[in-house]
């Protein structure tokens, strides 16, 4: 399936979006009229096709094809997560649900004006980008061919419901969630209590000096010794690092034989084994391949680590805010449904029953 970035419908961190500029002028009461106007059934007026017309919201209408499209799109999200009797149950309110859905977003896209927010043509394109990269299409008809196939939507119509999400990010995030204030301890001590849903996998550092074994008795023996004088430089106090620059066959001799973070099992058994053994700057007993001879030094061992609170306080915050803000998002709609001018061209009862 095509990873796609559909922002989440909470506190999306969009701060690339310009708010405070210049504010769209709504469009005219008499634009949204002749809207309404065109409520017949669709029928084509030369080239141009005429919509069936079921509800006009300000300036916005909802046709009966693009409300049946969106429907579509709903029934096979529900297919795709439930079945049974809980399938049925969500189909019930499918429509209902998509209808309502359509008239807040056109008043979420008012609101968005009125605030003056502006999706940067740029943002879009940007994320466009990104799930190309992300899923190896090399032009926008093959991105668009994929968003068909697992979503039932074109490209243009990918674009359209993304700049709507952020815009309702944005607007609740200025209206709603900016408002709610939760106290830094309460944060923290949240963080504390859930400090395991935050952990990070366990990793370790080490360096390696490697000293090839030879083919014969008599080089195996003299790289044996040499592994010994090494042994005897590093109990001298001698660094592990300047040695292995100095005397290892590996290349990461140039980096002092850093081998970098690490997950466990991604190193050769017995070479991870040594390593685990040891303490930070520990340094091991020499750990024999099949042509090598390798010491081994523990740099640092990360185990039982989480995230850090700072890196995740901002996820944090969302999480706290979200059960608090949820009246007040409903409240902030319905108070915007009372205010808007919305109109029913077709009977609600007979939208729902399709």
Known sequence: MIRTRILPICLSACALLTVGCKKKPKASAVAATEAAAVAAAPAKTGNRRVEEVLVVVNAHIITRRGFQQSVEQEHAALYRQFTGAELDEKLKAA?????????????????????????????????VEQIKKENNFTSDADLERALKASLGITLQEWMKRQKEQVLRDEVLRSEIFRKIAIEDQEIRAYYEDHKDEYKLPSRFRIRELVIPKGG????????????????AELKGGASFEELAKAHSASPSKDTGGDLGWMARGLLRANLEEAALKLQAGGVSQPVETDKDLILVQMVANEDNRSQ???????????????????????????????????????????????
């Open 216 to 231: 014969t008795e008599a080089e195996v023996a003299e790289s044996k010794a040499k592994v010994a004088r090494l042994q």
């Open 95 to 127: 429509r209902e649900k998509t209808l309502q859905g359509l008239i807040d977003s056109s008043l979420i896209q008012d609101k968005a004006a009125e605030l003056g927010i502006v999706i940067p043509e740029s943002y879009l394109r940007g994320n």
């Open 308 to 354: 850090p609170f700072e890196e995740v306080k901002g996820k944090l915050l969302e999480k706290l805010q979200e059960p608090k803000a949820q009246n007040a998002i409903e409240q902030f709609l319905s108070n915007l449904r009372i205010r808007a001018n919305i109109r029913y061209m077709v009977p609600k009862e007979d939208i729902l029953k399709g």
